[in-house]
């Protein structure tokens, strides 16, 4: 193996909890295998990264509203199925407290702790109203497709989730 | 029939992926090079999931055995 760190980005397009799950999963275990990490987060995705309440972003008309149906925050995330109006994500962490799986923010916190890097969208932040500060301070950069571009050729795993 | 000794213990039961992974990388971390750790689990994902992560960190994979439902799997750092 060379001395040359392995390197692995992800797009997490995706607003749901399961697809949150599925990053977070492949995430940590490549960074915990010695792999330099880091996730795009766009469009739904930004949701995973809303600190929740207020958002201090100016907004239009339309992205206000926007914003009121399109809350966030990692802990209020659906699912791709079986949702039922928000109680399925809650059997679904039940489920997982009951089998010991790792959280959602358990994953995240382990992420940060092995410095996987987060990059938000800015193009998806503007369109929406999202702010900087409406979201974790975890985010990295704020930054678009040429800078995940510049971080994927030189990368040996790259996905979209 | 294994004649490992380990200098380290880490009890994965009841746990899945990713974690027994992420807390072996942890554990190996402070340990010292040529040492041995025994992973106990009880996810059989552990006995193709180990052998990776070795290959990938350039940890040496040891080798494994299976009681029943419980898996030990042994890891030497490198």
């Known amino acids: ?161 | 029939m294994f004649n490992i000794k380990p200098d380290k213990e880490l009890d994965c039961l009841g746990l899945y992926c990713p974690v027994p992974i992420m807390k072996t990388a942890e554990i190996i971390k402070e340990m010292k090079s040529g040492e041995i750790l025994e992973v106990i689990a009880d996810d059989e994902g552990i006995l193709k999931d180990m052998p990776a992560w070795a290959k990938m960190t350039g940890n040496e994979m040891l080798g494994s055995q299976t009681e029943g439902d419980i898996h030990k799997v042994y890891v030497k750092k490198k």
């Open chain 1, 1 to 161: 193996m060379s001395d040359e760190k392995p390197k692995m980005t992800l797009i997490l397009f995706s607003g749901e909890l399961d697809k949150a799950l599925a990053c977070f999963t492949l995430a940590t275990t490549a960074a915990a295998s010695g792999f330099e990490v880091t996730i795009f987060f766009t469009f739904w995705g930004l949701n995973v990264l809303k600190k929740g309440g207020i958002s201090a972003g100016k907004k239009n008309f339309l992205q206000k509203m926007f914003a009121f149906l399109n809350k966030g925050t990692s802990s209020k995330l659906p699912l791709t199925k079986f949702n039922f109006a928000g109680a399925g994500p809650e059997m679904m962490k039940m489920l997982m407290k009951q089998k010991k799986m790792a959280s959602l923010p358990q994953m995240m916190k382990a992420a940060r702790e092995m410095k996987v890097k987060y990059i938000a969208c800015t193009t998806s932040c503007g369109i929406m109203g999202v702010d900087r500060t409406d979201l974790i301070d975890d985010v990295a950069e704020m930054a678009g497709a040429a800078s995940y571009l510049a971080e994927a050729k030189n990368a040996n795993v790259n996905l979209f989730i």
